[in-house]
């Protein structure tokens, strides 16, 4: 692994790196370790407390390799599509006077989805990502480049993952074992949302969205140094905060997201998968 780190760095580095007779066997050779899990854009390291999650910058680079090196070309078919065969995609003529309009989903090369994972469509995985074991990806969802979904985890219809690939050392967004994004959500700007947390319907993350935790009294925010961190078994709604700055008659409130309590057995009730769906 490390000598295919030390080729794609110094790839990278390299001008007119097109020419260079090498690079596409390199890239090839990386995006398939890519594909199969075995490297990723980010990892946890170390176990319990002392866990942390560090970016592989090279990774990244590997990707934007990957940019450079592509020369535009028609591709065949999409994805191939593995389902119950109790339930066949319907076939439509004219004569049913149904629209059915083009489009999708995809699974970009690069991107690890374990088995077990369900994919609904139209729904996006970009290069880079990681989408661990049982997971849903639900209608209209994105997974971003380089984000990491984790295991178990709800990315319910319309959630937004936001992917980053550059700058180069910035962190993807993480969002961790067991956790529920809701309908309509989106996690931005290397967001970590840790294991179990449930992020209610329509609520947005992003690194300049502070988060209002009622039952520790605290104020979570990102810095320049560390990404907003959501804590595990958190549930977070949607709320809006009084502003007093301007003028104090308009009477104006900013949206905030806000902990409204930690996950216990009735959230536990409403954010069960449906398993007879699988
Ligand atoms: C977060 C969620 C799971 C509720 O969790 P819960 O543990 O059952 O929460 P509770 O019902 O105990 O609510 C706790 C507090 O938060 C409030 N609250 C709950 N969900 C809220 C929401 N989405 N927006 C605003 N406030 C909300 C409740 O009113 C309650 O406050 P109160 O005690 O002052 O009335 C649920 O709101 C949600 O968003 N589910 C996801 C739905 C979804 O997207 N499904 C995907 C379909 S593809």
Avoid at 93 to 98: E, G, K, Y
Avoid at 207 to 230: F, M, W
């Amino acid at each position: 692994m490390s000598s295919l780190k030390s080729s794609i760095e110094r790839l990278a580095a390299q001008g007119e790196v097109e020419h260079d007779p090498d690079a596409r066997q390199t890239f090839l050779e990386f995006r398939d370790q890519l594909t199969q899990g075995k490297i990723r854009a980010a990892e946890k390291i170390g176990a319990g407390k002392d866990a942390r999650w560090t970016v592989n910058a090279w990774v990244k680079q590997g990707i934007l390799l990957g940019f450079r090196l592509g020369a535009l070309a028609e591709m065949p078919a999409g994805l191939s599509f593995v389902d119950k065969d109790t339930f066949p995609a319907r076939q439509f003529t004219v004569a049913d006077r149904v629209r059915v309009v083009p489009g999708g989903s995809s699974v970009r090369t690069g991107a690890y989805v374990a088995p077990s994972v369900i994919c609904m469509p139209p729904m996006f995985i970009n290069v880079g990502a990681y989408v661990d074991e049982g997971t849903m990806v639900d209608s209209h969802a994105l997974v971003g480049s380089c984000a990491q979904i984790g295991k178990r985890v709800h990315l319910s219809a319309a959630a937004q993952v936001g992917g980053v690939l550059e700058p180069i050392n910035a962190a993807p967004v993480i969002i961790e074992d067991d956790v529920l994004v809701g309908g309509n959500c989106g996690i931005y700007e290397g967001t970590q949302v840790q294991a179990r947390a449930v992020i209610g319907a329509g609520t947005v993350l992003t690194r300049s969205t502070p988060l209002y935790d009622t039952v520790r009294g605290k104020i979570y925010r990102a810095s320049s140094e560390h990404p907003l961190v959501v804590p595990e078994d958190a549930v977070v709604v949607p709320g809006a905060r009084a502003i007093d700055r301007g003028n104090p008659g308009w009477g104006l409130s900013l949206y905030c997201p806000v902990i409204v309590k930690y996950r216990n057995e009735k959230t536990d009730r409403g954010a069960m998968l449906e398993e007879l769906l699988r």
